[in-house]
């Protein structure tokens, strides 16, 4: 190759690399379809009488979803969730370590430049190759200082660096999303134990009005028995009642035990720190909105968890070009300049001056299989990441699917459950009025008492159930995310394990 040839490709080289490299091989990532339905709502909605309710995506979906609950407790612990809680934490901390990560790929695509110094006091052996020179040879002792840099850089012709931060760039993101989803579970764990705390506080309400109706029958049937219009049995089956509704309270108050420090836990709070702001009795759940028509698919494909997947599946993409460049030639540009002198004094003179400079080429010519094997397993992880993409957005539909059909079957069953209190609680008036007259017995007045009692503790859990039924489907769809999330280091090991 002549001169002028060589400095032709030389130029055409750095031209290349001026405009960001010549290209990358390894296959390009294309977003995969999700083949989420096309259709603007989920399944067909069924015929109302009354106006149709505004869709799920106009309803508060999006970041602030709890706030359609209407309920100031539940909006104060949500809006506590990012900054407070320790899963959130250390998928802040993880992602800080993936931007480190990536800063240490993309460091790859620079020159590397090291400085250096040294002092060396050498004396050469007489025996050793001054033995050659003749026996009288003596060399006295010498200094050499020595200063200067050394630089290399890979020129990333083949794209390997690039696919590199590609891949780096893919699982930052990757990680960003890893942590909104930790966002939208923990919101909704939180919400679900909130709900099940005033849900539990709603029982205990419900066990208080009737232990009081059942004392009224019971001192009821006292008077008529020291009347003598009935026997002792009534007043045993009454007191029975009495004592049957007593024993429920305190697994009921368990329930907002713990679901209280369940709360306490999620916001980094101590067993019990909560107690002011959820210990007072609430005989109202959080009422939820009214439940949508459909679901427009549009919101499952925000998910976090599939952006994740997405994100993933990119990152074992660009990992594949990652190994086919190592099958390329390697051209690095190394070069020193050193100042070399025998008398310190000597050392900035430009006569110490020394320097080497030019072009190194590495072609891998035997490795024993190894690229091959590297290339097959980086195609084999994209082919286990396209299948973890793909049942991250099935199980996604699927969970949609399943919270949109519990919410609405919750719903028929909880208006059910309203019709069948309000029926036995006229049937409880009617009983204890002919029981009073003395028309009807005992036992009729007991049973109906019970009915009451079952009929309106299953509308309360019924309740409980829309609410819960309706925030697994905004988990579902990934409501709950947001942008803002605490940047500050989380709080010191001995601060976070402080003796309670």
């Known amino acids: 190759m002549t001169t002028r040839k060589a400095t032709g490709l030389a130029a055409a080289m750095l031209a290349c690399l001026t405009i960001g490299g010549c290209y990358s091989v390894g296959p390009d990532f294309t977003a995969p379809d999700p083949l989420l339905p096309r259709t603007s709502f989920l399944g067909k909605p069924e015929p109302r009488a009354e106006p149709e309710p505004p869709r799920l995506s106009e309803q508060g979906s999006g970041a602030d979803w709890w706030r359609t609950f209407h309920d100031k407790t539940l909006t104060s612990l949500a809006e506590r969730v990012a900054?407070?809680?320790?899963?959130?934490?250390?998928?802040?901390?993880?992602l800080g370590e993936s931007r480190a990560q990536r800063g240490v790929v993309a460091s790859a695509a620079f020159p590397s430049i090291n400085g250096q110094a040294s002092y060396q006091r050498e004396l050469y052996s007489k025996n050793g190759i001054l033995s050659l020179a003749g026996p009288n040879i003596n060399a006295p002792p010498i200094s050499v200082w020595q200063t200067g840099f050394d630089a290399s850089w890979e020129l990333d012709i083949w794209g390997r660096v690039r696919r590199q931060v590609e891949s780096a760039d893919a699982s930052l993101e990757a990680s960003e999303y890893q942590r909104r989803d930790i966002l939208v579970s923990t919101l909704a764990e939180l919400a679900r134990d909130y709900v099940t705390l005033r849900g539990a506080q709603a029982q205990i309400a419900i066990l208080t009005e009737n232990l009081k109706s059942a004392s009224d029958i019971l001192?009821?049937?006292?008077?008529?028995?020291?009347?003598?219009?009935?026997?002792?049995?009534?007043?045993?089956?009454?007191?029975?009642?009495?004592?049957?509704?007593?024993?429920?309270?305190?697994?009921?108050?368990?329930?907002?035990?713990?679901?209280?420090?369940?709360?306490s836990f999620i916001l980094d709070e101590q067993p019990g720190s909560l107690k002011g702001e959820l210990m007072q009795a609430k005989s109202r759940i959080p009422a939820p909105p009214r439940p949508p028509l459909g679901v427009p698919s549009e919101l499952a494909r925000r998910r976090p968890d599939i952006r994740a997947a997405e994100a993933q599946l990119h990152a074992t993409t660009a990992d594949i070009g990652v190994a086919v460049a190592d099958f390329y030639?390697?051209?690095?540009?190394?070069?020193?300049?050193?100042?070399n002198a025998l008398d310190a004094k000597n050392l900035w003179k430009g006569s110490s001056l020394q320097y080497q400079f030019g072009p190194s080429v590495s072609l891998p010519i035997f490795e024993?299989?190894?690229?091959?094997?590297?290339?097959?397993?980086?195609?084999?992880?994209?082919?286990?990441?396209?299948?973890?993409?793909?049942?991250?957005?099935?199980s996604a539909w699927h969970e949609i699917v399943n919270a949109l059909n519990a919410y609405s079957s919750e719903q028929r069953?909880?208006?059910?459950?309203?019709?069948?209190?309000?029926?036995?609680?006229?049937?409880?008036?009617?009983?204890?009025?002919r029981y009073n007259n003395g028309v009807a017995d005992f036992l009729t007045v007991l049973d109906a008492q019970r009915t009451v009692l079952q009929a309106m503790q299953q509308q309360a859990q019924s309740t409980t159930n829309v609410s819960i039924s309706l925030i697994q489907l905004y988990k579902a769809l990934g409501g709950g995310w947001q942008t803002t999330f605490p940047t500050e280091p989380p709080p010191p090991m001995e601060a976070a394990f402080a003796p309670l």
């Open 83 to 94: 900054g407070a809680n320790l899963d959130i934490a250390s998928a802040t901390v993880r």
């Open 219 to 263: 001192e009821l049937t006292r008077t008529r028995t020291a009347k003598g219009l009935t026997s002792d049995l009534d007043v045993q089956n009454a007191a029975a009642l009495v004592e049957s509704i007593k024993a429920q309270l305190p697994a009921l108050q368990n329930d907002v035990d713990v679901n209280a420090n369940a709360i």
């Open 329 to 339: 030639p390697s051209v690095k540009l190394n070069g020193n300049l050193v100042l």
């Open 368 to 394: 024993a299989g190894r690229l091959k094997s590297t290339l097959d397993l980086r195609s084999q992880q994209q082919q286990e990441a396209a299948i973890a993409y793909h049942k991250t957005v099935l």
């Open 413 to 433: 069953r909880r208006d059910s459950l309203k019709a069948q209190v309000d029926h036995a609680s006229q049937a409880l008036a009617i009983s204890r009025t």
